[in-house]
T-cell receptor, first 116, second 113 residues
Framework: GAGVSQSPRYKVAKRGQDVALRCDPI?????LFWYQQALGQGPEFLTY????????KSGLPSDRFFAERPEGSVSTLKIQRTQQEDSAVYLC??????????????FGPGTRLTVL | SQQGEEDPQALSIQEGENATMNCSYK?????LQWYRQNSGRGLVHLIL?????REKHSGRLRVTLDTSKKSSSLLITASRAADTASYFCATVRTGGGADGLTFGKGTHLIIQP
């Protein structure tokens, strides 16, 4: 499997629960991105890692959202005390080099989160 | 927040016709990329055009970029049923170390067989 994988593909949570979403980027890719896509909208940037360093977290909507990539490969996006407005598809993308000037991003299939 | 807007929001054409989608953006950019998303799937990169380029081709795709008007267009020639998907433009802002893509709202393209 050479692509970006995400798990779980679908997650249903009750309001107030914590969730953890996993992303396995393409092996060797330096850059990793998380996006949130609401129904009928384009993806919105959440956060960016270069190896294990989180260089940009300006898109995280609140302090309930936390992301990590401790060894510079797999990343986890955690949402604490989920709210209904957190319902969306969460997309992970990776890129072989740092920066986006010349680089396309390779996207995973996403995790569809539904908060009841 | 969304960087720009795709136009039209939805487009339905007959197989074999050409499809043109437009994108406008607001800030200075390093490059502009087009992505395709099939229903329920992740995004697939189609083409990247740098800010110093004006036109680029890839197979049946033709992209133009006008930085003075802050706009881009994607042309798909000789459309096929398999081209049915949502198409998004995405930009990379200049400076600031910010490398995340900023997407538009997308054009939903339907190719009628």
């Amino acid at each position: 499997g050479a692509g970006v994988s995400q798990s779980p593909r679908y997650k249903v949570a009750k309001r107030g629960q914590d969730v953890a979403l996993r992303c396995d980027p393409i092996s060797g890719h330096v850059s990793l991105f998380w996006y949130q896509q609401a129904l009928g909208q384009g993806p919105e940037f959440l956060t960016y890692f270069q190896n294990e360093a989180q260089l940009d977290k300006s898109g995280l909507p609140s302090d309930r959202f936390f992301a990590e990539r401790p060894e510079g490969s797999v990343s986890t996006l955690k949402i604490q005390r989920t709210q209904q407005e957190d319902s969306a598809v969460y997309l992970c993308a990776s890129s072989p080099r740092q920066g986006s000037y010349y680089n396309e991003q390779f996207f995973g299939p996403g995790t569809r989160l539904t908060v009841l | 927040s969304q960087q720009g807007e795709e136009d039209p929001q939805a487009l339905s054409i007959q197989e074999g016709e050409n499809a043109t989608m437009n994108c406008s953006y607001k800030t200075s950019i390093n490059n502009l990329q087009w992505y395709r998303q099939n229903s329920g799937r992740g995004l697939v990169h189609l083409i990247l055009i740098r800010s110093n380029e004006r036109e680029k081709h890839s197979g049946r795709l033709r992209v133009t970029l006008d930085t003075s008007k802050k706009s881009s267009s994607l042309l798909i020639t000789a459309s096929r049923a398999a081209d049915t998907a949502s198409y998004f433009c995405a930009t990379v802002r200049t400076g600031g170390g910010a490398d995340g893509l900023t997407f538009g709202k997308g054009t939903h393209l339907i190719i009628q067989p």
